[in-house]
């Protein structure tokens, strides 16, 4: 019995745990995945992750300045906006448009 359990034991260890990763996808040699999803905009037009949550770190400032216990104008949460963008890369349009119009008054002033 132990002879039979140790010859399973030793054809399980000689295969691999699974197939391998990439299995399944097909590429040229050289050709870059593509990373994105649907709807995204084009690279030229994104804001780089840093620029984007340090704008919401600021805005977040500027909102608790103003008694507005970290929201929007439109009445979005700042915290959630941010935590969710840091792990997800996801921000609402109205948030995105915030952060671009924060960004440009930065710019100007």
């Not at 709807?39 to 840093?50: I, M, V, W, Y």
Request: aromatic fraction near 2%; charge should be neutral; proline fraction near 4%.
């Amino acid at each position: 019995m132990v002879k039979g359990l140790a010859d399973t034991v030793e054809t399980l260890a000689g295969q691999p745990a699974r197939g391998p990763k990439s299995a399944g996808i097909t590429t040229q040699p050289g050709q870059v995945l593509s990373k994105s999803f649907a709807g995204q905009p084009a690279s030229g037009d994104s804001l780089r992750k840093s620029e984007v949550l340090d704008a919401l770190g600021e805005m977040m400032d500027e909102s608790m300045a103003k008694g507005r216990s970290g929201a929007t104008d439109f009445g979005e949460d700042l915290a959630l906006a941010t935590a969710k963008y840091e792990q997800t890369n996801l921000i609402s349009k109205g948030m995105l448009s915030a952060v671009r119009e924060h960004l440009a008054r930065g710019a100007t002033a």
